[in-house]
């Protein structure tokens, strides 16, 4: 079974930076694409970044700018580096993986998220 290790949450203050980290592992599987999103205490979970494997990459408008998403195809690991961090990017943060994963002889296309890290901005 595939799982998404996260780390890097925390406390910061306004303007401050934090940089989160997901690594992906177990079994036999190619990565498309990895990403992070964000859910707020009443809110719906949004998009905040995605890599794809080739290097392209996406944000949210709220974020760009101030956030750089990248990733190390060989350590399957993809990297949040916030930056200038505003009281509204407080939420818990999830990684995702796009993938094709390996399984009884047929690769099949699998969806998987990680457990979710708190990001805390408050002075």
């Known amino acids: 079974q595939v799982q998404l290790v996260e780390s890097g949450g925390g406390l910061v203050q306004p303007g401050g930076s934090l940089t989160l980290s997901c690594a992906a592992s177990g079994g036999i599987f190619s990565i498309n694409a990895m990403g992070w999103y964000r859910q707020a205490p009443g809110k719906e979970r949004e998009l905040v970044a995605v890599?794809?494997?080739?290097?392209?990459?996406n944000y949210a408008d709220s974020v760009k700018g101030r956030f750089t998403i990248s990733g190390d195809n060989a350590k399957n690991t993809v990297y949040l580096q916030m930056n200038t961090l505003k009281p509204e990017d407080t939420a818990v943060y999830y990684c995702n993986a796009d993938m094709i994963k390996y399984e009884s002889g047929w690769w099949r296309r699998r969806d998987y998220w990680g457990q979710g890290t708190q990001v805390t901005v408050s002075s």
């Open positions: 890599i794809t494997s080739d290097g392209s990459t």
